[in-house]
């Protein structure tokens, strides 16, 4: 019995130690939302855009975007094939999808089960009470409490790098429907040339990801001129 509390004291010991020697928190899994040339909506010029942990929520729902036409975003500016000039600096736009529909059925067919269920209140009050308790108030792991349609815009250069993929140029990550690069992003774009980019569409409810992510089968193709 001695040896035993003694081998264990020795391995709370060292547990401690480790703790002793930890340096801050670990690191973030998705670093890549700290990567330069993503751009996040501006929180002194959209409140309540897209932030960090919305960008960490859709790294995280990656695996699960769907191709459907009917519900993704399009790109109204360029048209396909265009040709864009050097200057002035181009707006990026698009539609919004149908994100919003799909919350607007959601919500009726949530009112009518309510209005079904109406005379049966406290079980309703239990259910709520159970749901608080589960954590569905709670914002999505990324810490983020973004509620709205949201879209990730990536650019890519159309000519494949040497390992046969195409190379991410830009990571647009937004709540509006429209973007216009700055200088530096205009130049990164000029650059390549022959460009794709691809808009996801989704929505997020207290900062997860409830519909989508969509996306159109095939991306948009343009090419801006040299100076």
């Known amino acids: 019995m001695f040896v ?3 081998m264990l004291f020795g391995f709370v ?3 401690l130690a480790m703790e002793g020697c930890s340096s801050g928190p670990p690191p973030d899994p998705y670093p890549s939302c700290s990567n ?3 751009v996040l909506d501006d929180p002194t010029i959209t409140p309540g855009g897209f932030d960090s942990g919305a960008c960490v929520a859709f790294m995280k729902a990656i695996p699960t975007i769907q191709t459907d036409a009917t519900k993704a975003p399009e790109f109204t500016t360029p048209l396909a094939g265009a040709l864009l000039p050097a200057t002035p600096i181009a707006t990026f736009n698009w539609t919004p999808g149908q994100l919003a529909s799909l919350r607007v059925i959601k919500s009726r067919s949530w009112r009518r089960s309510f209005l079904h269920e109406l005379g049966r209140a406290f079980e ?3 259910v709520a009470h159970a749901a608080t308790d589960g954590g569905s108030a709670d914002a999505g792991d990324g810490g983020s409490t973004l509620t709205s349609d949201a879209y990730v815009v990536i650019f890519r250069a159309a000519a494949a790098s040497s390992d046969g993929g195409l190379t991410e140029l ?3 990550m937004t709540i509006n429907t429209s973007f216009t690069p700055d200088d530096a992003q205009w130049a990164t774009l000029q650059a390549a040339g022959a460009i794709e980019a691809s808009v996801y569409g989704m929505h997020f409810d207290n900062g997860t990801i409830t519909s989508g992510p969509y ?3 095939q991306a948009r193709a343009f090419s801006i001129a040299q100076q």
């Open 36 to 38: 330069g040339n993503y």
């Open 4 to 6: 035993a509390r003694v």
């Open 124 to 126: 309703l009050e239990g």
């Open 13 to 15: 010991s060292a547990a």
């Open 215 to 217: 996306t159109n089968p």
């Open 170 to 172: 830009l990571r647009v």
